[in-house]
């Protein structure tokens, strides 16, 4: 699949889903079986009204949906995915103000399951707000 290929797939994907537009999700980079999103700052998202916090629903939306970009991004995968397991560690509370990047990684694709890692981070990438680990269902069509 040519890398223009890819992007478009993954561009219609995140765009597809309401909760991803509604969120302000954008496709920043990818690259076969990996996709980093980001979700800016809003605060309508707020989960915390007295700290200014993005609320950790967001934040595993956004992990959800670049795992499954990164996943239709794995040249081996198919042209449509669902989450069948999603665990994700926060690791600390975003920093109000600030984008949230995930970054997935499809690091491993059987027969019909790929398998993500991802990093949410803000601008201090060096300490993630969050980690995941995650299995998604793979649909190739008719071989």
């Known amino acids: 699949m040519q890398d223009r290929d890819i992007l ?14 509604a ?6 980079e990818m690259g076969e079986g990996w996709a980093l999103l ?3 700052y809003d605060r309508k998202l707020v989960g915390d009204p007295q700290t200014g916090v993005i609320h950790g629903g967001a ?3 956004l992990m959800d949906t670049a795992s499954g970009a990164a996943v239709l991004c794995h040249p081996q995968a198919g042209f449509s995915t669902a989450t069948l397991d999603l665990r ?8 109000p103000g600030q984008t949230i990047r995930a ?12 398998f993500v890692r991802a990093v949410a981070t803000d ?3 060096d ?3 969050a980690m995941a680990t995650g299995a998604f269902t793979i649909e190739r069509g008719a071989q």
Do not use: K, N, W
């Open 38 to 40: 980001a979700m800016p």
């Open 23 to 28: 969120l302000g999700m954008r496709l920043e």
């Open 123 to 125: 601008d201090d990438a």
């Open 59 to 61: 934040v595993s939306a």
């Open 127 to 129: 300490r993630p707000v």
């Open 88 to 95: 994700i560690d926060y690791m600390r509370p975003a920093t």
């Open 103 to 114: 970054r997935a990684e499809c690091h491993h694709v059987t027969r019909s399951v790929a």
């Open 8 to 21: 478009t797939i993954a561009r219609q994907f995140i765009e597809a889903l309401p909760h991803s537009r």
